[in-house]
T-cell receptor
Framework: RKEVEQDPGPFNVPEGATVAFNCTYSNSASQSFFWYRQDCRKEPKLLMSVYSSGNEDGRFTAQLNRASQYISLLIRDSKLSDSATYLC????????????FGQGTELSVKP | DAGITQSPRHKVTETGTPVTLRCHQT?????MYWYRQDPGHGLRLIHY???????DKGEVSDGYSVSRSKTEDFLLTLESATSSQTSVYFC??????????????FGPGTRLTVL
């Protein structure tokens, strides 16, 4: 079983739609959680960290459920420029500062 | 954008040849990482460095070696390239190893094809 699992998609949505991505992790020692964004043939870039209380950055909302070992990312009012692959990433406490990446969920926003 | 460059950006080589990829940073960050990215897998850590001449293995280190003789440069060597090492290789840097307090910044990647 993969340590971090995501639905690979693709998610095809119209502009203005709300879309949610989910991610599950298997190691209960996971300490920190992130969403990265990766554009086609580009490097990953940090989108946002995920905090226990949930956090919001503009149109993006991240949630963490430690009991269910589940992370989510909600994108409201989708823009064409949101088209990318979204990577769920965890830092596992007993593996030092190393990051474990999910395989990513592809989002395509259409006009 | 963090000052990270990778060279070459694209390379095609033949099975059995040695290949060296270079990662160069201008941020003076202590930690540097090499990842590979393949379809159906997330990014997987190959090796990382926590200082000059200090390196450690990651999840998929077999067939790879690294060296860091200067803070700014981290080299990844495929000692004898195989087709299974065809991949996109990303270098990353961070100032802290504790990613709960710091972010890893990625270079633009190197696309390597082993024929």
């Amino acid at each position: 079983r993969k340590e971090v699992e995501q639905d690979p998609g693709p998610f095809n949505v119209p502009e203005g739609a709300t879309v949610a991505f989910n991610c599950t992790y298997s190691n209960s020692a996971s300490q920190s959680f992130f969403w990265y964004r990766q554009d086609c043939r580009k490097e990953p870039k940090l989108l946002m960290s995920v905090y226990s209380s949930g956090n919001e950055d503009g149109r993006f909302t991240a949630q963490l459920n430690r009991a269910s070992q589940y992370i989510s990312l909600l994108i409201r009012d989708s823009k064409l420029s949101d088209s990318a692959t979204y990577l769920c990433v965890v830092n596992i406490y007993n593996q030092g500062g190393k990051l474990i990446f999910g395989q990513g969920t592809e989002l395509s926003v259409k006009p | 954008d963090a000052g990270i460059t990778q060279s070459p950006r694209h390379k095609v080589t033949e099975t059995g040849t040695p290949v060296t990829l270079r990662c160069h940073q201008t941020e003076n960050h202590r930690y540097m990482y090499w990842y590979r990215q393949d379809p159906g897998h997330g990014l997987r850590l190959i090796h990382y460095s926590y200082g000059v001449k200090d390196t450690d293995k990651g999840e998929v280190s077999d067939g790879y070696s690294v060296s860091r003789s200067k803070t700014e440069d981290f080299l990844l060597t495929l000692e004898s390239a195989t087709s299974s090492q065809t991949s996109v290789y990303f270098c990353a840097i961070s100032d802290q190893h504790d990613t709960s307090t710091d972010t890893q910044y990625f270079g633009p990647g190197t696309r390597l094809t082993v024929l």
